[in-house]
């Protein structure tokens, strides 16, 4: 009798890190080398490098980026570096990590969680509109929009923008899941006031570690996140303005200049393993997970839904494919949320229906054809 397969995680970093093994050892033997760990060169060249990314084609602005702690910090400075807290309110959604609502509070500003559309997952925009142009009484002014391009997919920002600029209120998009994903040809992250990127360990780019990086192109509003995240130093050991600890470490940002000169080739690979996904699907009782026409989506997570979900996620495992759920409860039927954040006019009912219907499949570039084909084979047996 043959002895099962083991089973194929939905996302191993460790991987990533083999991929690339070589090259990572050796910055991380040169950072280790310079004898500065904190804010040195390799930090200033990482940022310098993702922000001339980011902002590659010629009629883009000219961005400017400053690396952090993580992502939820990301938000968080922006946010300070805005002048946004305690008597603002922050609009965002409820499907989403946790972290970007927790950000907004961590400034002492109000979440307002509005609804997803239920075929990209993002931002309601209508429902946006609605809430800018009539907002819910009893809360402060609302001063700052963060829709999520969740899952490596774009919010679709022209009706957001527009809806925005109207209402006179900053936009500053969550690119957490996004890294080098397009809308109109426009990489994410270019076409808000602010943009924060988590480089959590499993993200498109991520590092060996935590980490974040900010992105605005807006150098008078960088260079203040910048001395926020150092205590408000602009002068060594003199706070000019109140600051926080929140630094990108000498020996991550090595790292993270290597990944990134992979990152496009990775994510080209992703699309890949989707484009198989896609196909694999084709006769079953799953639907490919909707890809906004305008836009590149760059599957940090390649997510399919269903009612059945668990019955789904059992037979899948029972072939050897692992699976997750991103994620299973809304932000605001939490333990820490429920009943005291304040939702938009549809009560997330969308949020709450995707909640109990999504799952993800294995998606990380290493991926070799073999472990694709195993789960498209165990798609096709769904």
Request: aromatic share 6%; glycine share 10%.
């Amino acid at each position: 009798m043959n002895a099962p397969l083991p089973l194929l995680p939905f996302a191993d970093p460790g991987a990533g890190y083999r991929a690339l093994q070589p090259e990572i050892d050796a910055a991380v033997a040169r950072a280790l080398a310079s004898g500065w760990y904190i804010l040195g060169r390799e930090g200033e060249a990482f940022e310098a490098e993702f922000a001339a990314w980011l902002g590659n084609k010629p009629d883009a602005p000219q961005m400017h980026a400053v690396g952090c702690a993580n992502g939820t910090d990301a938000i968080m400075l922006i946010l300070r570096g805005m002048g946004i807290g305690e008597g603002s309110t922050v609009v965002t959604v409820s499907h989403t990590a946790v972290a970007t609502v927790a950000a907004i509070e961590m400034v002492g500003a109000t979440p307002l969680l509005l609804d997803i559309d239920p075929d990209t997952y993002t931002m309601d925009a209508d429902e946006l509109a609605s809430v800018l142009a009539d907002p819910p009484p009893g809360l402060p002014p609302i001063r700052a929009v963060i829709p999520v391009h969740i899952y490596g997919q774009p919010v679709d920002l022209g009706p957001i923008k527009e809806a925005c600029d109207a209402a006179g209120v900053l936009l500053i998009e969550d690119c957490a899941q996004c890294h080098g994903a397009e809308l109109h040809g426009w990489k994410l992250g270019t076409i808000g006031h602010a943009a924060a990127f988590s480089l959590y360990p499993t993200k498109n780019l991520g590092a060996l570690g935590d980490g974040g990086i900010l992105a605005t192109p807006d150098a008078e509003l960088a260079a203040r996140i910048a001395a926020i995240r150092q205590y408000g130093w602009k002068r060594r050991y003199i706070s000019d303005l109140q600051g926080v600890n929140s630094r990108l470490d000498e020996v991550q940002a090595a790292i993270l200049r290597v990944k990134l000169q992979h990152l496009d080739r990775q994510n080209a690979r992703r699309r890949e393993i989707a484009d198989a996904y896609d196909a694999a699907l084709s006769g079953t009782s799953l639907t490919p997970p909707t890809r906004r026409a305008e836009g590149y989506h760059v599957f940090h997570l390649y997510v399919l839904r269903h009612a059945g979900r668990d019955a789904y996620m059992s037979k899948l495992k029972s072939l050897g494919i692992g699976t997750g759920i991103h994620y299973p409860m809304p932000v605001h039927t939490q333990p820490a949320y429920e009943g005291r954040v304040p939702l938009g006019p549809a009560n997330c009912a969308e949020t709450a229906r995707a909640a109990q219907e999504v799952f993800s499949l294995p998606m990380f570039p290493e991926m070799t054809d073999e472990q694709v084909a195993r789960v498209c084979l165990a798609l096709r047996q769904l």
